[in-house]
């Protein structure tokens, strides 16, 4: 049975979960913004070791793969990689969207009857999302979206539609809540829904190319200089 070691380091929480097949051994959990980098490594080993097994047992690394925080996603990018180079073992990636969308899925009685929406926010208006069926197929695809009062107003003619996320609560304020939105406040990233949804990817194959494998970032990072003592 495959061990899987999941990496979430997409938004402010870091966490990390260990799977053995589909059972969930473990998972350790921080919400402390800027911990990702000094947390990590250390939350790893001592994750593996109370679970009773060793990196060497591990047979892939899953690591959230976006859309998210461009230095969070990096840090979880580099620790997959390292692992992964170190121990020889294959790398998958799992959407962080999807991950959110999979949480409130399975708290959802009868979810066949709406659209699950998760937001991140993006700063200002926008947010990442995308549109989801119940079995994670894409309605609509994942992008970066700036919120109006009309957004998604065609599709909440159709059927209830889940708002979800660190975005959602901006949106809440904007969209007429009577019109088929439903809005669950909460629900984070965690590395244990990317885990869980790891294991048909792993059964496939469908492992990404270490050596080239970049997260989805969705938006270019604009590195911008400083203005401070510049000449006029």
């Known amino acids: 049975m495959p061990l899987l070691l999941a990496l979430e380091t997409s938004t402010t929480v870091c966490s990390v979960a260990l799977y053995k097949d589909q059972q969930l051994l473990g998972a350790s959990e921080l919400q402390i913004e800027k911990s990702h980098s000094s947390h990590i490594t250390v939350m790893v080993s001592q994750l593996v070791e109370n679970c009773g097994a060793t990196l060497q047992d591990l047979s892939a690394v899953v690591v959230s793969g976006g859309p998210g925080s ?125 885990g869980m949804l790891a294991l048909p990817k792993y059964e496939q194959e469908a492992f990404e190319d270490v050596a080239y494998y970049e997260p989805f970032y969705l938006k270019d990072v604009y590195i911008t200089s400083p203005t401070k003592g510049a000449k006029k």
């Open 70 to 194: 461009y230095t969070g996603l990096r840090i979880g990018t580099s620790t997959a990689k390292g692992l992964c180079f170190s121990l020889n073992i294959p790398l998958l990636e799992v959407s962080t969207l999807y991950g959110l969308a999979a949480q409130v899925i399975a708290m959802t009685p009868n979810p066949e009857r709406f659209l699950f929406c998760p937001m991140l926010d993006a700063r200002r208006m926008e947010v990442y999302t995308c549109l989801l069926t119940h079995d994670l197929q894409e309605v609509e695809p994942i992008a970066p979206v700036v919120l109006e009062e009309h957004t998604f107003e065609e599709r909440l003619k159709e059927k209830p539609v889940i708002f979800f996320g660190s975005g959602a609560t901006k949106f809440k304020s904007m969209v007429n809540t009577e019109a088929n939105a439903l809005f669950i406040e909460g629900v984070l990233p965690t590395a244990k829904t990317i």
